[in-house]
């Protein structure tokens, strides 16, 4: 089960529903980190290793890029991996709950991956070199 860090921007029923299929998720709000930069989010999952779910959608693809390939290019073996990301539209619980709780019912690598679902496209998964890449869950 994925253990979930709901942004500000995600309706806070979603988490309820996802705890309800067995995931652990705390919001932004419940934390009372509202007022905090995206950066200060991811690296608190990355702490605290829970997968974000968010909006954020332009945001979040730039941090993960960042993160993924500045340490490379710094001659650094590798960054610390951050424990996924997850992207979805800006629409209510009821319209969220199936296509992500399949998602994480489906157990995919979350680990150092950016996913964003779209109604128009599905699952999407950000490739380094190629970009935005059609994902389908298994």
């Known amino acids: ?41 991811l690296l608190r999952c990355w702490r605290e290793g829970w997968t974000f779910l968010t909006h954020d959608t332009e945001d979040y693809t730039l941090l993960h890029a960042a993160w993924t390939r500045w340490a490379p290019a710094w001659g650094l073996a590798s960054a610390p991996s951050h424990f996924g990301i997850i992207l979805r539209p800006q629409i209510g619980a009821a319209g969220l709950i199936g296509p992500v709780g399949a998602f994480l019912a489906s157990a995919p690598p979350l680990v150092n991956q950016l996913y964003a679902w779209t109604q128009d496209a599905g699952w999407l998964v950000f490739d380094d070199a190629t970009g935005w890449q059609p994902f389908t869950p298994t």
Do not use: I, K
Not at 3 to 14: A, G, Q, S, T
Not at 20 to 37: I, K, N, P
């Open 1 to 41: 089960m994925a253990d979930l860090y709901l942004d500000h921007n995600v309706p806070r029923d979603l988490g309820e529903l996802l705890a309800a299929q067995g995931h652990t998720s705390r919001t932004v709000r419940q934390l009372r980190l509202e007022t905090q930069t995206d950066d200060v989010h």
